[in-house]
Nanobody
Framework: QVHLVESGGGSVQTGGSLRLSCAGT?????VAWFRQTPGKEREGIAA????????DYADSVKGRFTISQDNAKKTTYLQMNSLNPEDTAMYYC??????????????????WGRGTQVTVSS
């Protein structure tokens, strides 16, 4: 059983940075970060294929966010830079053995954390 726990969310001003952590990802083949705001679908923003350390990003965060792993700490991170109010959301970590429906499709992922809130003020 995979148990994921996110941390690192908070409130920052536009242009600021945050680093989210997702503990418990050591046995996952795919790890991704999603975000969701009320009334909207959950959006996949960053994913890593752990065997090859291959990463992918949604256009909305490319160049600003970086997903990385620390296998010794059994943790996956999401470094978020140049934040803006449109990044305000609940951020979730997800893990899977395979991503049949696509790496940014929520139903591809079996395990989910409870989320951590990120709020960016102007």
């Amino acid at each position: 059983q995979v148990h994921l726990v996110e941390s690192g969310g908070g409130s920052v001003q536009t242009g600021g940075s945050l680093r989210l952590s997702c503990a418990g990802t050591e046995s996952a083949t795919w790890v991704a970060w999603f975000r969701q705001t009320p009334g909207k679908e959950r959006e996949g923003i960053a994913a890593v294929y752990t065997p090859g350390d291959s990463t992918d990003y949604a256009d909305s965060v490319k160049g600003r966010f970086t997903i990385s792993q620390d296998n010794a700490k059994k943790t996956t991170y999401l470094q978020m830079n140049s934040l803006n109010p449109e990044d305000t959301a609940m951020y979730y970590c997800a893990a899977a053995g395979s991503v049949f429906w696509g790496r940014f499709v929520p139903k591809s992922y079996t395990y989910w954390g409870r989320g951590t809130q990120v709020t960016v003020s102007s």
